[in-house]
């Protein structure tokens, strides 16, 4: 996209008339702009689609449905589940805008990485013996990573979580790590889930991108997850993708800086 200019130029001999014309490249500065515009539209579906579900049952229970017991339970689940969806989805905004502002600069420091992996997925256990998907982790205790702690364990949330999302009874998840060369250790969280069709992969890491936005909003998702957790491992040096086979399963690839001395 190019902004043009043009000012008349006239000097003394007729030769010298013209114009001055300046042309100015203005393709970023759009797309930014667009990029900004699309990010406000979407915070602002997010936050209404579920009020307006609250209000609704809110109006129910007003229009009489207070007085069946089995209806109020109902109903007043769906109230709190929405709210509970909402409350995550600011926490993950303003966790974006801290980290999208660099105030939040890291606090790195040598940690073992099996030690974080098991707190990350012990987390998670009690809520998986209900679903019965299994969960473990293959990861050498001589793993040192320097890393900010807090911040990793974000990102585990956020990958540890969606592969229960998206993982049905009887699956698999499993966390593995190694260290391909000496700077820095590979980690991968593997589901057995029902994976991410070919065509949404490139875009799969951008804000409020989801697959199939009903399953993700009933399963409490804020289509945040995975742009965070990128923003965090860039900030740390490292990369992260994703590799995923529809109805098969979906591994999440990232890389760490490996400390050089002991913890
Ligand atoms: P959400 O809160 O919707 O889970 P994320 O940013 O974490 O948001 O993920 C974006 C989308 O990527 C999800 O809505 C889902 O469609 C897809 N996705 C992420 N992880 C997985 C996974 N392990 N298996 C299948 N689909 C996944």
């Known amino acids: 996209i190019v902004q043009a200019y043009s000012v008349p130029y006239r000097g003394e001999g007729v030769e010298d008339r ?26 602002s579906h997010e936050i209404r689609t579920p009020l307006t579900t609250i209000k609704s049952y809110i109006e129910a229970l ?6 069946s017991p089995d209806y109020s339970r109902r109903f007043l689940s769906v109230i709190h589940g929405e709210t ?6 600011v926490s993950d905004l303003l966790q974006l805008s801290r980290l999208d502002s660099n105030r939040e600069s890291l606090r790195t420091a040598p940690h073992v990485l ?6 990350a997925c012990f987390r998670f256990t009690m809520h998986l013996q209900r679903q ?12 040192i990573v320097n890393v900010d702690a807090d911040k990793l364990d974000q990102v585990f949330d956020n990958l540890i979580s969606n592969a229960v999302k998206y993982t049905l009874t009887g699956g698999r998840i499993r966390v593995k790590a190694h260290r391909p060369s000496g700077k820095f250790i590979l ?18 890491f951008e804000r409020f991108y989801r697959v199939d936005k009903a399953r993700s909003r009933a399963m409490g998702g804020t289509g945040l997850g995975l742009s965070i957790a990128k923003q965090i ?3 740390h040096g490292g990369y992260i993708r994703i590799d995923s086979e529809e109805g098969h399963g979906t591994t999440v690839s990232f890389t760490l800086p490996a400390s050089t001395g002991g913890v």
């Open 62 to 67: 007003e229009d009489g449905a207070i007085e």
């Open 187 to 204: 980690v991968q969280v593997i589901d057995t889930g029902m994976g991410i069709p070919k065509h949404d992969l490139p875009l799969i």
């Open 132 to 143: 019965e998907v299994s969960l473990s982790f293959e990861v050498p205790s001589n793993l």
């Open 233 to 235: 491992i860039e900030m």
């Open 114 to 119: 099996r030690d974080l992996v098991q707190k």
């Open 18 to 43: 013209g114009a001055v014309v300046v042309l100015r490249d203005v393709t970023e500065e759009e797309h930014a702009d667009r990029a900004r515009r699309d990010f406000v539209a979407n915070v």
């Open 84 to 89: 509970e969806r909402m409350a995550r989805l």
